[in-house]
T-cell receptor
Framework: QQPVQSPQAVILREGEDAVINCSSS?????VHWYRQKHGEAPVFLMI???GGEQKGHEKISASFNEKKQQSSLYLTASQLSYSGTYFC????????????WGLGTSLAVNP | GAVVSQHPSWVICKSGTSVKIECRSL??????MFWYRQFPKKSLMLMAT?????????EQGVEKDKFLINHASLTLSTLTVTSAHPEDSSFYIC??????????????FGPGTRLTVL
């Protein structure tokens, strides 16, 4: 079942923070976050496998809640380079590692 | 990190011709490869999953005879769009996944191929 991403779009000024949510009605095995820039293929950001897990790289971090049905991506002190569409992909428990994509969240960071 | 290449980057063809797109994993063995189609400002639509040496598994609504997928080796999968028509114009992206960490859980994407059918 396709995960629900929110918000659909967000506009930030450089230096502001943003949170993108990804939720499923089913128990998840893992959540994957990717960023895609216009005309390019998606780029892997991170994967979360364990309930309660949090991880990050530089100023982008993510969490996977204990019930393993929701993940949030946190963008701190956004940079112009953060602009793009963020997709979460979910793997449902027992679903043979098939990745199901959300519809994406469009993020625009302006100077 | 794991690298996936696609060739060509873009192709323009006439209606009725067939187009082959290659997807290669350059530094790991891709036991599973995925083919996606993406329309402008839309999400990735999984077309099919292919495992090396076996027939591809197509998603509902994807025509097997229209989109031929071959995964003959652990580093190469091909997608052939047969008798292409303008409605087949799209951005086609492949991704690959390996049997072991770090490629086991991640999908590594190729740069995509933009197909335009006139």
């Amino acid at each position: 079942q396709q995960p629900v991403q929110s918000p659909q779009a967000v506009i930030l000024r450089e230096g502001e923070d943003a949170v993108i949510n990804c939720s499923s009605s089913k128990a998840l095995y893992s959540v994957h976050w990717y960023r895609q820039k216009h005309g390019e293929a998606p780029v892997f950001l991170m994967i979360l496998l364990k309930g309660g897990e949090q991880k990050g790289h530089e100023k982008i971090s993510a969490s996977f809640n204990e019930k393993k049905q929701q993940s949030s991506l946190y963008l701190t002190a956004s940079q112009l380079s953060y602009s793009g569409t963020y997709f979460c992909g979910t793997v449902e428990a027992g679903n043979n590692r098939k990745l199901i994509w959300g519809l994406g969240t469009s993020l625009a960071v302006n100077p | 990190g794991a690298v996936v290449s696609q060739h060509p980057s873009w192709v323009i063809c006439k209606s009725g011709t067939s187009v082959k797109i290659e997807c290669r994993s350059l530094d790991f063995q891709a036991t599973t490869m995925f083919w996606y189609r993406q329309f402008p400002k839309k999400s990735l639509m999984l077309m099919a999953t292919s495992n090396e040496g076996s027939k591809a598994t197509y998603e509902q609504g994807v025509e097997k005879d229209k989109f031929l997928i071959n995964h003959a080796s652990l580093t190469l999968s091909t997608l052939t769009v047969t008798s292409a028509h303008p409605e087949d114009s799209s951005f086609y992206i492949c991704s690959a996944r390996g049997p072991q960490r770090p490629t086991y859980n991640e999908q590594f994407f190729g740069p995509g191929t933009r197909l335009t059918v006139l």
